[in-house]
Nanobody
Framework: QVQLVESGGGLVQPGGSLRLSCAASGIDFRLYAMGWYRQAPGKQREWVARITRLPSTSTNYADSVKGRATISRDNAKKTVYLQMNSLKPEDTAVYYC???????????WGQGTQVTVST
Protein backbone atom coordinates (compact mmCIF):
# COMPACT_ATOMS: atom_id res chain seq x y z
CA GLN A 1 0.00 0.00 0.00
CA VAL A 2 1.40 3.34 -1.08
CA GLN A 3 1.46 6.08 1.53
CA LEU A 4 2.72 9.64 1.36
CA VAL A 5 2.56 11.34 4.75
CA GLU A 6 3.17 15.07 4.99
CA SER A 7 4.21 16.89 8.15
CA GLY A 8 5.65 20.20 9.25
CA GLY A 9 2.75 22.49 8.55
CA GLY A 10 1.43 25.00 11.01
CA LEU A 11 0.88 28.65 11.80
CA VAL A 12 3.73 31.01 11.01
CA GLN A 13 4.05 34.77 10.89
CA PRO A 14 4.74 36.60 7.64
CA GLY A 15 8.44 36.51 6.89
CA GLY A 16 8.89 33.26 8.75
CA SER A 17 10.02 29.85 7.57
CA LEU A 18 8.76 26.28 7.54
CA ARG A 19 10.13 22.96 6.42
CA LEU A 20 7.60 20.49 5.15
CA SER A 21 8.39 16.78 5.00
CA CYS A 22 6.79 13.95 3.08
CA ALA A 23 7.63 10.38 4.00
CA ALA A 24 6.90 7.75 1.38
CA SER A 25 6.26 4.06 1.78
CA GLY A 26 5.07 1.30 -0.51
CA ILE A 27 6.98 2.58 -3.55
CA ASP A 28 10.52 2.35 -4.82
CA PHE A 29 11.21 5.96 -3.88
CA ARG A 30 14.32 6.19 -6.06
CA LEU A 31 12.26 5.68 -9.22
CA TYR A 32 9.82 8.52 -8.58
CA ALA A 33 9.94 12.21 -9.18
CA MET A 34 8.55 14.03 -6.15
CA GLY A 35 6.57 17.21 -6.04
CA TRP A 36 4.70 19.66 -3.88
CA TYR A 37 1.37 21.22 -4.69
CA ARG A 38 -0.89 23.52 -2.71
CA GLN A 39 -4.54 24.46 -2.61
CA ALA A 40 -5.82 27.62 -1.04
CA PRO A 41 -9.45 27.99 0.02
CA GLY A 42 -11.67 28.54 -2.99
CA LYS A 43 -8.83 27.99 -5.46
CA GLN A 44 -7.62 25.16 -7.62
CA ARG A 45 -4.67 23.05 -6.62
CA GLU A 46 -1.47 24.52 -8.02
CA TRP A 47 1.98 23.09 -8.56
CA VAL A 48 4.73 24.46 -6.30
CA ALA A 49 7.93 22.51 -6.89
CA ARG A 50 9.29 19.27 -8.32
CA ILE A 51 12.48 17.25 -8.01
CA THR A 52 13.30 14.48 -10.43
CA ARG A 53 14.68 11.06 -9.64
CA LEU A 54 18.29 10.05 -9.68
CA PRO A 55 20.67 10.58 -11.28
CA SER A 56 19.76 14.11 -12.28
CA THR A 57 17.62 15.26 -9.33
CA SER A 58 16.93 18.50 -11.10
CA THR A 59 14.52 20.92 -9.49
CA ASN A 60 11.85 23.28 -10.78
CA TYR A 61 9.74 25.88 -9.02
CA ALA A 62 6.61 27.85 -9.65
CA ASP A 63 7.26 31.53 -10.17
CA SER A 64 5.26 32.31 -7.04
CA VAL A 65 7.82 30.58 -4.80
CA LYS A 66 11.02 30.82 -6.83
CA GLY A 67 13.82 32.16 -4.67
CA ARG A 68 11.92 31.41 -1.46
CA ALA A 69 11.50 27.64 -1.69
CA THR A 70 13.91 24.74 -1.87
CA ILE A 71 12.87 21.19 -2.61
CA SER A 72 15.19 18.33 -1.70
CA ARG A 73 15.06 14.58 -1.26
CA ASP A 74 16.72 11.98 0.91
CA ASN A 75 16.48 8.66 -0.88
CA ALA A 76 17.76 6.71 2.10
CA LYS A 77 14.94 8.09 4.25
CA LYS A 78 12.41 8.01 1.40
CA THR A 79 11.53 11.58 2.24
CA VAL A 80 11.12 14.77 0.27
CA TYR A 81 11.33 18.20 1.84
CA LEU A 82 10.12 21.67 1.01
CA GLN A 83 11.89 24.52 2.77
CA MET A 84 9.85 27.71 2.54
CA ASN A 85 11.33 31.05 3.57
CA SER A 86 10.01 34.62 3.61
CA LEU A 87 6.49 33.28 3.87
CA LYS A 88 3.61 35.50 2.79
CA PRO A 89 -0.09 35.36 3.67
CA GLU A 90 -0.76 34.24 0.11
CA ASP A 91 1.26 31.10 0.82
CA THR A 92 -1.56 29.96 3.10
CA ALA A 93 -2.86 26.66 1.74
CA VAL A 94 -2.98 22.94 2.23
CA TYR A 95 0.28 21.56 0.89
CA TYR A 96 0.25 18.17 -0.81
CA CYS A 97 3.09 15.85 -1.65
CA UNK A 98 3.05 13.90 -4.90
CA UNK A 99 5.05 11.03 -6.35
CA UNK A 100 5.05 10.39 -10.07
CA UNK A 101 6.77 7.97 -12.34
CA UNK A 102 6.52 9.04 -15.98
CA UNK A 103 7.67 5.63 -17.25
CA UNK A 104 4.52 3.96 -15.89
CA UNK A 105 2.14 6.89 -15.46
CA UNK A 106 1.78 6.19 -11.77
CA UNK A 107 0.88 9.15 -9.58
CA UNK A 108 0.28 9.18 -5.85
CA TRP A 109 -0.83 11.90 -3.44
CA GLY A 110 -0.56 12.55 0.24
CA GLN A 111 -3.36 13.80 2.47
CA GLY A 112 -1.93 17.27 2.86
CA THR A 113 -0.65 19.52 5.64
CA GLN A 114 -2.06 22.95 6.45
CA VAL A 115 0.20 25.98 6.28
CA THR A 116 -1.22 29.25 7.59
CA VAL A 117 0.74 32.48 7.31
CA SER A 118 -0.80 35.11 9.52
CA THR A 119 -0.15 37.54 12.33
Amino acid sequence: QVQLVESGGGLVQPGGSLRLSCAASGIDFRLYAMGWYRQAPGKQREWVARITRLPSTSTNYADSVKGRATISRDNAKKTVYLQMNSLKPEDTAVYYCSADRPATGGVYWGQGTQVTVST
